[in-house]
């Protein structure tokens, strides 16, 4: 069965931290990268971060680079976003996805064929 499923989602503060994780199962992360997107209230969907399946090469937005942190969890197939440093402008849902094959890039959405339903991200004091 196909099924992408985010958690960890929460209310924090400016400057705190959270780590989402991404529950994958009937994908392989030895096949399929994944990247994270995340979409703000009234704006489209954003890539963030994504890690490539072959060699776990990793890429970032610059908005978040420095702050953010993409892993993975082979034996669990769960991949993991640590997220630092938030700020409001980082306030969105955010979505797990999976492309088959490597990726080489900040992910971009058309590249991405699966997608899980979210979990809400709001930084606010």
């Known amino acids: 069965q196909l099924q992408i499923v985010e958690s960890g989602g929460d209310l924090v503060q400016p400057g705190g931290s959270l780590r989402l994780s991404c529950a994958i199962s009937g994908f392989s992360l030895d096949e399929y990268s994944v990247g994270w997107f995340r979409q703000a209230p009234g704006k489209g969907r954003e890539g963030v971060s994504s890690?490539?399946?072959?060699?776990?090469?990793?890429y970032y937005a610059d908005s978040v680079k420095g702050r953010f942190a993409i892993s993975r969890d082979n034996a669990k197939n769960t991949v993991y976003l640590q997220m630092n440093t938030l700020k409001a402008e980082d306030t969105g849902v955010y979505y797990c996805?999976?492309?088959?094959?490597?990726?080489?890039?900040?992910?971009?959405?058309?590249?991405?064929?699966?997608w899980g339903r979210g979990t809400q991200v709001t930084v606010s004091s």
């Open positions: 890690i490539s399946c072959t060699d776990g090469s990793t």
């Open positions: 996805a999976v492309s088959r094959g490597s990726v080489r890039s900040v992910p971009t959405f058309y590249e991405y064929e699966y």
